[in-house]
C-alpha cells in the first residue's frame, strides 16, 4: 500500500487540478499542473522507479485482501501511461473535446470559493494559468518541429471556441464562475482583473499562434497514423481505454459482428411495434415523429431531469446498495455546447457540491426523446452516477482507486445501464427500445476504421449517422471526437459486451439462485477494476457458491 500512497502523494501533487476534479478531499485548491516538458520527464521519472517496483510483486496471491485492488488500479496506472508516451500527447494537445477551454470551465465551475482562503486559493491556482498556456505553447512549436499535430479540422474547431469565449466580455466567461459564486465585491474586482488583466492576453496569443502558424502545418488526416508511430500509439490508447492488449482489426470485426446482431433485434422491434419493415423505414419514423422531438431547449432539460428522477426511484430493486450522493442535471455554456459530448462529473467526496450530468441542449430540435433517454440512463441512473458513486462511497477505499479508472469498466458499465434501465421498464417508448440497439459496437468499427483501416470522413459520417442515434451534424462531431481521442470510442462496448457475458456466465452457473442485486454488487464492489481483474472477481464470486 505503500507504493500506491507515494503515487497518490505524487499524483496530486504534480496534477493538482486532477485530484480536484476527482472530488477527493483535498487540504488545498491552489495548484495547476506544471505542463512543460521538463516537468513531464521528471514524471516519467517517477512511473519508471514504480514499474520496476510493481514487477517484483506478485499480486495473485493476494486476491480477496484490499491490496490486491489497490495493486491492479496502479499497476495499470502506470503500465499504460509509460505505453502511451508513444503518442507525444503533450506536443499536440489542441482538443475540442478536452483542451484547456473546455478544462477551465470545468475547474472554474467546481473551484471553491466562499472563505479568505478558498479566495487566495483561487487567485493563487488561476494566476499560474498563464504559465500554462505559454508553455503549452512552447509544446506546440516542439510537436510541429517534431512532426507532431492535431487534424486540421480540430483545429478550426478549438479556434471557433477561443473566437467565441474571447468575443466576450470577462464576466461572461464561464472562468468568471468562482467570482460569480462568492459574495465579496473586492473578489470579484480582483477575479475580472486576474482575467482580464493576465489570462486574456496570453489566450489571444494562444489563438493568433493558431491561426497564423499552427493552422498552416496541422495535418489534413484525421488518422492518428499520420503522426509518427501512429500505429504503436493506437495500440496503446486502446490498451489505455480498455485495459486490453487486443488487435485493432479483432475489434473492428468484433463490433462488426455486433453491429449486425443489434441491427437484426431493433428491426425486429420495429416490424413488431412501429410498422417500420426497413431500416430506412424505421429511422424515418424515429426522426420525423414530432411525439419523439423537443420544442424547445428548456424542453429537452426538463425531460432529462425527469428521466433521471424516474430512474433514481428504481435503483432498490436492482441494487442491495445505492449511492448517498445526489446528481443534477445542468447545460453546458454556450460556447461548448455545440462541440461537447454529454458528460458526467462526479460529486465532491465531502458532499460539498453534487455530482453533474452536462448536457448539450445546442441540438434540441434534432435530439429525439428516445435518445435523451438513452443517455439520461447512461449518465446517471443505472449509468455513471451510480457506479462512480457507489465506488467513492465504499468504505476504506484506496484514494488511488478515486484518482484513476478506465473507460473499458466506467464506460462499458454505462452502456449495459442502457440495457438494464430497459429490462427495469424505464423506457418511455418503443422508439427507444429500437433505438438503444442501433448505435452499440458501432464505435468498435469507427474507431480503428478511421485510424488504422483508411476510412473516409465521408464514410465513417455515413456509418454514425445510418444508427439513427445521431444526426448527420452530431455525426461529424463524433468523426471530430475520434479522430482526438484514439480508442475511446471502441471503449463502451468492448467494456459492456464484458459485463453482458459475465452476467451469462453467472446465470448459467447458478441457475434459479442467480440474484440480480447480488450479482451487481460483486461487479461493482472494487470499483473500476480492470476489465481482467473484473473477471477475476466474478469467477471467484461463482467459485464461492458451490
Known sequence: MALADSYVAEYTETFPEIATFSGMTLEHHDGLSDNSLAALKRWQALEDGWSKELAGIDSAQLFGKPEWVVLGFLREAVESSRQLRVCKYELWPVNQMSGWPFMTTQLAAIQPVGSEQARREAL??????????????????????????????????????????????????????????????????????????????????????????????AREAIAIKANPNGEQCYQASFRSYTTLDRPAKETFELGRREVDRNLATALAIGKKDLQANDLPTLLKKLQDDPANHFTSRDQLLTFAQAAVGRAKDHMPKWFARVPDAKIVVEPYPDFLEQTASDSYWPAAEDGSRPAMYRISLYAYGQTTRSNAEITAFHEAYPGHHLQIALAVERPAAHPITRLVGNSGFIEGWARYAEALAEEMGLYSSNYALANRRLWPARGMVVDPGIHMFGWTREQTIAFVAESGRFDNNTAKAVVDRVAMWPGQLTAYDTGALEFFALRKLAQE??????????FHSVLLENGAVTLPMLREQVTHWLKSKH
Open 509 to 518: 452457473t447458478l441457475g434459479a439462485r442467480f440474484d440480480i442485486r447480488e
Open 124 to 217: 493563487a491556482r488561476w494566476g499560474k494559468l498563464p504559465r500554462y498556456l505559454s508553455n503549452e505553447l512552447d509544446n506546440l512549436r516542439e510537436g510541429l518541429r517534431n512532426g507532431y499535430t492535431t487534424p486540421k479540422a480540430n483545429v478550426r474547431l478549438f479556434i471557433e471556441q477561443l473566437d467565441q469565449m474571447l468575443a466576450k466580455p470577462v464576466e461572461e466567461w464561464p472562468m468568471y464562475s468562482p467570482a460569480s459564486r462568492d459574495e465579496s465585491p473586492q473578489f470579484k474586482k480582483a477575479w475580472a482583473a486576474l482575467l482580464s488583466e493576465q489570462i486574456k492576453p496570453v489566450a489571444e496569443r494562444y489563438n493568433r499562434f493558431l491561426k497564423s502558424e499552427y493552422l498552416g502545418e
